[in-house]
């Protein structure tokens, strides 16, 4: 099933990263205020994709689908913007793992429902970024499993984290369908997206 719709990124939903804020303070009449509308903020937005391939290279499945950032991802990213102290050693998000738990993630959630414990979390230690388009950025994360260490598990979630092992979890989501691999040279590249810009 191919989904390329990429999703909206708003303040009524939560696509993955969501941090909205609204600092303008107007200096004109020597007090402090904030005029500016919620409308006017800045926006952060995620999603991911999934593409699993076989062996011979033909895409089998590819989805783009949304994310939730739970309590603790919202704390984590609080403290690396602000300096604020909610979250606990808290690093770079670069690693990706997989699941095969199939319950729909919550604002509690620390981690996977059911991490895999033979498919490690993989790394992607430089992360690319889109700086074409004015008051846009897009970062994109993006890692491969392969069947050579993940075959013999039928896979159902994803989240996004800061070490290859606990840490903390910023975003997490279900895939729309379960994915398995087969052979050793099957792939599964999941992709994180990370939009910035200005509303």
Same mark, same amino acid.
């Given at each position: 099933?191919?989904?390329?719709?990429?999703?909206?990124?708003?303040?009524?939903?939560?696509?993955?990263?969501?941090?909205? %804020?609204?600092? =303008?303070?107007?200096?004109?009449? &020597? +007090?402090? #205020?904030?005029?500016?509308?919620?409308? @006017? *903020?800045?926006?952060?937005?995620?999603?991911?994709?999934?593409?699993?391939?076989?062996?011979?290279?033909?895409?089998?499945?590819?989805?783009?689908?949304?994310?939730?950032?739970?309590?603790?991802?919202?704390?984590?990213?609080?403290?690396?913007?602000?300096?604020?102290?909610?979250? %606990?050693?808290? =690093?770079?998000?670069?690693?990706? &793992? +997989?699941? #095969?738990?199939?319950?729909?993630?919550? @604002? *509690?959630?620390?981690?996977?429902?059911?991490?895999?414990?033979?498919?490690?979390?993989?790394?992607?230690?430089?992360?690319?970024?889109?700086?074409?388009?004015?008051?846009?950025?897009?970062?994109?994360?993006?890692?491969?499993?392969?069947?050579?260490?993940?075959?013999?598990?039928?896979?159902?979630?994803?989240?996004?984290?800061?070490?290859?092992?606990?840490?903390?979890?910023?975003?997490?989501?279900?895939?729309?369908?379960?994915?398995?691999?087969?052979?050793?040279?099957?792939?599964?590249?999941?992709?994180?997206?990370?939009?910035?810009?200005?509303?």
């Amino acid at each position: 099933m191919l989904n390329s719709t990429k999703p909206l990124v708003g303040i009524s939903s939560i696509l993955a990263v969501l941090l909205v %804020v609204s600092i =303008a303070p107007n200096f004109d009449s &020597g +007090i402090l #205020t904030n005029d500016v509308p919620v409308s @006017d *903020s800045y926006i952060t937005g995620g999603y991911f994709t999934a593409t699993l391939e076989n062996w011979k290279g033909e895409v089998l499945y590819e989805e783009t689908f949304d994310n939730l950032v739970p309590n603790e991802g919202l704390e984590c990213i609080s403290d690396h913007v602000f300096g604020t102290t909610e979250c %606990v050693g808290e =690093a770079t998000f670069n690693y990706i &793992g +997989i699941g #095969t738990g199939v319950i729909t993630p919550v @604002d *509690s959630d620390t981690a996977l429902g059911a991490e895999s414990g033979t498919c490690a979390r993989v790394q992607d230690a430089t992360p690319s970024m889109n700086t074409v388009t004015d008051g846009e950025r897009l970062s994109t994360f993006q890692v491969v499993f392969t069947g050579a260490n993940c075959i013999g598990e039928v896979y159902g979630e994803v989240g996004l984290f800061d070490q290859s092992t606990v840490g903390n979890m910023v975003a997490t989501a279900l895939l729309p369908n379960t994915v398995q691999l087969f052979n050793a040279s099957d792939t599964l590249t999941v992709t994180y997206n990370i939009e910035n810009r200005n509303n």
